[in-house]
């Protein structure tokens, strides 16, 4: 196969798996964290389980600059499960430059400082325990520290670029 056959291919591939994961929906999740900057966030629909024992999680972010970074140098964060009544704030971190953390969108602040969504469904705190560089983006493995269960809600889900609610029908 030649070079560009090959380069052509795998821009076929990667668009391919881009398309596979479109139609792939996945909960959504703002992650924030306090730094001597100040508080940083953004949206994640990349949230899974690891273990239980030790209770873990993962997720990726595309590079380690800008929000990303300075999420990961931080020493714990914390990961908000979103319900459908926090698309506002799914698009604000979603965005570069959009207010984020203001008083509309409900945040407090942990004892530990953290920044938290008051009205998460659920918000575990947590500290990075591994990270994994896979090609442009990293994996990063999070121990659970604590869990504070919100009020109950309809899980918030991330398709085909939209934030969408379940359908119970």
């Not at 056959?5 to 881009?18: D, Y």
């Not at 398709?159 to 119970?168: A, E, K, N, V």
């Amino acid at each position: 196969m030649h070079e560009t056959e090959s380069l052509a291919s795998q821009a076929a591939t990667a668009q391919s798996f881009k398309n596979a994961f479109r139609e792939h929906p996945a909960g959504v999740a703002v992650i924030t964290a306090i730094t001597p900057e100040g508080p940083v966030g953004l949206t994640a629909s990349s949230v899974a389980s690891v273990a239980v024992d030790p209770p873990a999680l993962s997720f990726s972010v595309t590079r380690a600059t800008g929000s990303a970074g300075a999420l990961l140098s931080a020493d714990t964060y914390v990961v908000h499960l979103l319900g459908t009544q926090h698309v506002n704030v799914a698009e604000a971190f979603a965005r570069s430059g959009a207010p984020r953390f203001t008083p509309e969108q409900g945040f407090t602040t942990l004892p530990t400082g953290e920044p938290l969504l008051a009205d998460a469904r659920q918000a575990l705190r947590c500290r990075t325990i591994q990270v994994v560089p896979v090609g442009s983006s990293l994996l990063v493995v999070a121990e659970v520290l604590d869990v504070i269960t919100g009020p109950a809600s309809e899980p918030l889900v991330y398709h085909d670029r939209r934030f969408l609610r379940l359908s119970h029908d």
